[in-house]
C-alpha cells in the first residue's frame, strides 16, 4: 500500500470519530505517515460528523480528504453529500441498515454491510463503526491484524476499558462479513 484516504461520514454518536481514531492509530503501529482530521457539527448528537484519514509511505501533504479512495458512509446524508467524490475505482461501504439506498456510481466498487444489525444481534449495540471497520480491513489491508488490535487498545480511554472485548468482537464480526 502506498497511499489511502479514507473519509467517515455519518450522524454524531455513529463512533465516526473513533473508528477513525482506531485505523489512525493502527496505521501509525504500522509504521506509516498518517493523518487524522475530525470534523463535526455543533451538535453532541445527531449532527453530522465525518473524519478523513491519510496513509501514506511518504509525507502527507494535506490532511483534508477532498477525493476518497474509500468512503463509509453511515447514513443517508453523507452518502449523498460524497458519494461524488469518491474516485473511479475506489470503494464505497454503506451500513445497510440505515441506508436503503443503491449508489448511483458504477465505476466504483459497493459494500453494503448490514452493520447496525449485525453489531444488535450480537449485542453490541452501538458499535456498528467498529463492524465497518472490521469489513475495512478485511477490504484493504492497511494494517496487520495486530496493530490494529494494538490502535484500538490505544484508542479506548482507561475509563472504558471495559469496552475493548465488544470492539474486539465487532471488529471480528465485520472482517468476517
Not at 14 to 20: D, K, R, S, T, V
Not at 64 to 86: C, H, I, R, T, Y
Not at 101 to 114: F, L, S
Amino acid at each position: 500500500m502506498t497511499d489511502l484516504n479514507v473519509l467517515f461520514a455519518g450522524f454524531g454518536g455513529q463512533g465516526i470519530l473513533f473508528a477513525g481514531k482506531v485505523m489512525a492509530y493502527a496505521s501509525l503501529m504500522e509504521g506509516k505517515e498518517l493523518s487524522w482530521l475530525p470534523s463535526y457539527g455543533p451538535e453532541m448528537r445527531g449532527g453530522t460528523a465525518s473524519c478523513s484519514v491519510c496513509i501514506s509511505d511518504s509525507t502527507i501533504g494535506s490532511p483534508l480528504v477532498v477525493n476518497p479512495d474509500v468512503l463509509v458512509a453511515m447514513n443517508l446524508p453523507s452518502l449523498e453529500k460524497f458519494e461524488n467524490d469518491v474516485v473511479p475505482g475506489g470503494t464505497i461501504i454503506i451500513d445497510s441498515s440505515i441506508v436503503k439506498k443503491e449508489v448511483a456510481r458504477t465505476d466504483v466498487k459497493v459494500i453494503r454491510i448490514d452493520a447496525s444489525r449485525i453489531a444488535e444481534e450480537n449485542g453490541l449495540k452501538g458499535e456498528a463503526n467498529m463492524v465497518i471497520l472490521g469489513r475495512l480491513f478485511k477490504e484493504t489491508g492497511f494494517c496487520t491484524a495486530e496493530n490494529l488490535d494494538l490502535g484500538l487498545q490505544k484508542s479506548i480511554p482507561a475509563k472504558k476499558a471495559n469496552l475493548l472485548e465488544s470492539n474486539r468482537k465487532a471488529i471480528s464480526l465485520g472482517s468476517e462479513s
